[in-house]
C-alpha cells in the first residue's frame, strides 16, 4: 500500500504482494507467541510492584539501588531463573559471555563446547587460536569441543563420549548458528541437551549462549534446564530502546560468581550506579516480546521473499523459529554485497551511507555490515552482515516493526536486481 514512497520494480511489487498472501498463517502463530510472552513479562512487572520510584538514578557506587534490584527480579522471572544480572556496563554480547566464563571457571577447569567452533569473536577470549593476551588458556582453563554431526546439529553420541571420558567444569551451548548455516537451536533441544550433560556428568554446569533467542519460543533455557544463559540487551531482551548492555541469568549460585566478576569478590551485585539507564532498560524489556515478533516476521518475509526470486535461505519461511536471524545465500561476494547496500538504503538512519567490506577485529576475512540504526551495533534493528567468504550468505536480523524491516528486505533484492545480480 505504501510502496509507492520508493522506487520498486513492478515485478518486485508483485512478489511481494504473493508472499504477504503465503505468509499470514506462520505470522498467526508468531503473534500467539508474541502475545503469551508480553503477558509474561507483564505479569513479572506486576508481581514485582515496578513503580515510578524505580525508573530513577543512582550514581558513585550505587548502592541500595532499588531500581536496578527490582528490574534483575523482573527479568529473572521472565526468564524462568533463580536470579539475575542485567547491567548497563556489559558492553557487548561478548563481554557478557566473558564475564560468565571467566566467574564460572578456574585455572585447571575444563570447558566443553556441544556446539563446535563458537562464535567468531569468542574465539580470542578461549585462546584457541594463537595467543591473546588475558585469554582463558592463559589462565590455565582447557578447552575442547565436539564437532557438530552433517546435519549441523549437536553429535549428542560424541558429546556422551567427550563426557564420560573428561571432567568438564561447564557444557557450553550456542543457541544461535553465528557465521555458519547450521540451524539454531530451540530451547528443547538444549534442554535435551542439558539433560544429557546432567545424566553423564552431573558436577557439570551448562551455560548457554542466548543471543538472538529472547522471546523467539514460550520457554527459555533456564526454564527447561540451562543452569546459566547469557545475551545482549541491544538484541531482542533491550526491545530497541536500551542503549547498551547485556545480562546473565539462572541459578542464584552461578549469578553471584557472575556478579563478582563483573565488579570485584566479596562485592558483586551491590554496587553499580545506574547513571540514569533504568527507565530506558525497564522499557525496552517491556517491549521486547512485541519487537522480538516484528524481528521474527521480518525474517520469514525475506525467507519467503527470496525463495520466491529463487535464492536459498535458511530457515524456510513456514519453519519453526529459534531465533531472529535469517540467511540468505547469494551465491558470490558481489551479489552479497548488492544485498547489504540495498538494505541500507532501507535504514532509518544513515539509509544515504554505502556500505564496504572491511577487515574488522575480531574476524578472519573482510566483514560487510548494513545497519542504520538508532543504538549502534543493534541487533534487533534490522540489519544484515557477513564475512566475504563462502557460502556468501547474508546474515540477516532484526526490524523494530515489520512494516520497515519488510521493505528493507524489498530494497534489498531492489538493489540486486538493479546490479544485474538478479531476474525476474
Not at 46 to 59: A, C, D, R, Y
Not at 256 to 285: D, I, Q, S, W
Not at 309 to 317: C, H, M, V, Y
Request: proline content about 5%; some cysteine; charged content about 20%.
Amino acid at each position: 500500500m505504501t510502496q509507492h514512497f520508493f522506487d520498486i520494480a513492478p515485478a518486485l511489487r508483485e512478489a511481494d504482494r504473493e508472499v504477504r498472501e503465503t505468509i499470514r498463517p506462520v505470522f498467526s502463530r508468531i503473534e500467539e507467541i508474541t502475545e503469551y510472552n508480553q503477558q509474561k513479562v507483564l505479569a513479572a512487572f506486576i508481581k514485582n510492584g515496578v513503580s515510578e520510584s524505580h525508573l530513577g538514578l543512582s550514581t558513585g557506587y550505587g548502592y541500595g539501588d532499588r531500581g536496578r534490584e527490582t528490574l534483575e527480579r523482573v527479568f529473572a522471572d521472565c526468564m524462568g531463573a533463580q536470579d539475575a544480572l542485567i547491567r548497563h556496563n556489559f558492553v557487548s554480547g561478548t563481554h557478557a559471555l566473558t564475564v560468565a566464563l571467566f566467574g564460572l571457571l578456574r585455572p585447571g577447569d575444563k570447558m566443553l563446547c556441544l556446539t563446535g567452533r563458537p562464535y567468531d569473536t569468542l574465539i580470542g577470549v578461549l585462546g584457541i587460536e594463537g595467543h591473546v593476551d588475558g585469554s582463558l588458556k592463559d589462565f590455565g582453563v582447557e578447552y575442547d569441543e565436539v564437532p557438530l554431526d552433517g546435519q549441523g546439529r549437536p553429535d549428542k553420541a560424541a558429546i556422551r563420549e567427550k563426557l564420560a571420558q573428561n571432567a568438564y567444569r561447564l557444557a557450553y551451548i550456542q543457541r544461535s548458528r553465528g557465521y555458519s548455516l547450521r540451524p539454531s537451536l530451540r530451547a528443547e533441544e538444549i534442554g535435551e541437551l542439558c539433560a544429557l550433560v546432567r545424566e553423564v556428568s552431573p558436577a557439570c554446569w551448562t551455560a548457554v549462549d542466548n543471543c538472538y533467542g529472547e522471546f523467539v519460543q514460550t520457554a527459555e533455557p533456564t526454564e527447561l534446564g540451562a543452569d546459566l544463559i547469557v545475551g545482549s540487551l541491544i538484541k531482542n531482551p533491550g526491545g530497541g530502546i536500551a542503549p547498551t548492555g547485556g545480562y546473565v541469568a539462572g541459578k542464584a549460585e552461578l549469578v553471584e560468581k557472575c556478579a563478582f566478576r563483573l565488579t570485584a569478590p566479596g562485592v558483586g551485585r551491590e554496587v553499580g550506579a545506574t547513571l540514569g539507564h533504568n527507565r530506558e532498560l525497564y522499557m525496552g524489556l517491556f517491549n521486547a516480546p512485541h519487537v522480538t515478533g516484528e524481528a521474527v516476521k521480518t525474517a520469514v518475509y525475506a525467507a519467503a521473499l527470496f525463495k520466491r526470486l529463487g535464492f536459498g535461505s535458511n530457515p524456510a519461511f513456514d519453519a519453526p523459529r529459534a531465533d531472529i536471524i535469517q540467511t540468505v545465500e547469494l551465491g558470490n561476494s558481489e551479489a552479497l554485497v548488492a544485498f547489504c547496500q540495498g538494505m541500507q538504503k532501507g535504514a532509518p538512519v544513515d539509509a544515504f551511507v554505502t556500505p564496504e567490506p572491511w577487515d574488522m577485529p575480531g574476524y578472519d576475512s573482510p566483514v560487510i555490515m548494513a545497519a542504520g540504526a538508532f543504538t549502534l551495533g543493534a541487533s534487533i534493528e534490522l540489519s544484515a552482515d557477513a564475512p566475504l567468504r563462502p557460502p556468501y550468505a547474508a546474515w540477516m536480523q532484526g526490524g523494530l516493526n515489520f512494516h520497515s524491516g519488510a521493505m528493507g528486505v524489498l530494497l534489498a533484492a531492489q538493489s540486486m536486481l538493479d546490479k544485474g545480480f538478479l531476474r525476474l
